[in-house]
């Protein structure tokens, strides 16, 4: 048992510095050509008289929006919700009251009402 688990051990221990190394080697190798695109620009630059360099660096993530698909009583009340919200083309114009005009309000019952 115990030389099964020192056996895993190495396996993982040795995998991992091989993967470190190859990703620096990576990181190491675009940062030189992008120190190189630099230097070019910089020359080109010089050459042109610009006298400063302007430098600058975004980045942008938007992670997706995952949402599940609508269940067939919410495609329903959402149907009745837009027949609701929509004008009615059979009204006369003026029958319905807006909130504002409305001077009559229902007043709590006197039990309810804050002394």
């Given at each position: 048992?115990?030389?099964?688990?020192?056996?895993?051990?190495?396996?993982?221990?040795?995998?991992?510095?091989?993967?470190?190394?190859?990703?620096?080697?990576?990181?190491?190798?675009?940062?030189?050509?992008?120190?190189?695109?630099?230097?070019?620009?910089?020359?080109?630059?010089?050459?042109?008289?610009?006298?400063?360099?302007?430098?600058?660096?975004?980045?942008?993530?938007r992670t997706p929006t995952i949402?599940?698909?609508?269940?067939?009583?919410?495609?329903?009340?959402?149907?009745?919700?837009?027949?609701?919200?929509?004008?009615?083309?059979?009204?006369?114009?003026?029958?319905?009251?807006?909130?504002?005009?409305?001077?009559?309000?229902?007043?709590?019952?006197?039990?309810?009402s804050l002394s």
């Amino acid at each position: 048992m115990a030389q099964r688990l020192l056996s895993a051990r190495r396996l993982c221990s040795s995998a991992a510095p091989r993967r470190k190394r190859a990703f620096r080697r990576w990181a190491l190798a675009l940062d030189a050509s992008a120190d190189a695109f630099a230097v070019e620009h910089d020359a080109a630059a010089a050459s042109a008289g610009l006298p400063w360099r302007i430098v600058a660096a975004t980045c942008v993530e938007r992670t997706p929006t995952i949402m599940r698909d609508a269940e067939q009583w919410e495609d329903a009340w959402w149907n009745v919700e837009d027949e609701l919200s929509a004008p009615d083309p059979g009204a006369p114009e003026g029958f319905w009251v807006k909130q504002s005009e409305c001077v009559s309000y229902p007043t709590p019952p006197l039990s309810l009402s804050l002394s």
